[in-house]
């Protein structure tokens, strides 16, 4: 237990330095406030199955507020941003079931919280003129957060099999937070 405990503790101040580190690039990058630390730190699951569930959550939400950017993004970029992310999103939720089977874990299904399912509701409100700036926004939120999930569990998680498969799962966020940075600073200078 003193051993769990420690590595949540060593998880969870490595992430509250490594978020302090990229607060300057992002207020540097974007017109938006840099990450509050409480929207990226919780509780790592240090388990196998509860990392998959935590992965096929967090894939589920950024599948779900892609398939909303498709439809309303107002700026092509976003659009096509928007695409590549529902794409990667898809694959990865398969990804994920598939190496949990090969490491004897239940495949499981991922469910979206009551904040997330409010903040898809604003997005589908929200008014054209602002869709693309929130949508760019919720995308850098939601990276961050997953980003903490997969680092956490590919650097502390309980099975070597989807320690691999995190730290993939973590390059392809990486990828997505890059590609998030450049939308941003598209639209902050459209206004």
Do not use: C, W
């Not at 769990?4 to 017109?31: D, E, K």
């Not at 699951?45 to 950024?62: F, H, I, K, R």
């Not at 980003?147 to 099999?161: E, I, V």
């Not at 998030?180 to 206004?191: F, M, Q, R, V, Y």
């Amino acid at each position: 237990m003193k051993q769990i405990y420690s590595f949540a503790l060593l998880g969870a101040t490595a992430l509250i330095a490594g978020t302090f580190a990229i607060t300057p690039v992002l207020a540097q990058t974007t017109a938006y406030p840099a990450p509050r630390v409480d929207r990226v730190v919780y509780a790592q699951p240090m388990t196998a199955a509860g990392y998959v569930y935590s992965a096929q959550s967090s894939d589920l939400y950024e599948y779900e507020i892609s398939k909303i950017g498709v439809e309303r993004a107002q700026n092509e970029q976003v659009r096509l941003f928007a695409q590549q992310v529902l794409n990667d999103h898809g694959a990865a939720m398969s990804r994920i079931n598939v190496a949990a089977q090969q490491a004897g874990v239940s495949p499981t299904v991922g469910i979206l919280s009551a904040p997330q399912v409010a903040k898809l509701d604003e997005l589908r409100k929200m008014s054209t003129s602002g869709f693309d700036k929130l949508y760019a926004r919720t995308q850098m939120e939601s990276h961050e957060t997953a980003l903490a999930l997969h680092r956490g569990y590919s650097q502390g998680g309980d099975q070597s099999m989807m320690r691999g498969t995190s730290s993939e799962m973590a390059t392809v966020t990486e990828k997505h937070i890059a590609a998030g940075l450049k939308i941003s600073t598209l639209l902050a200078s459209e206004t």
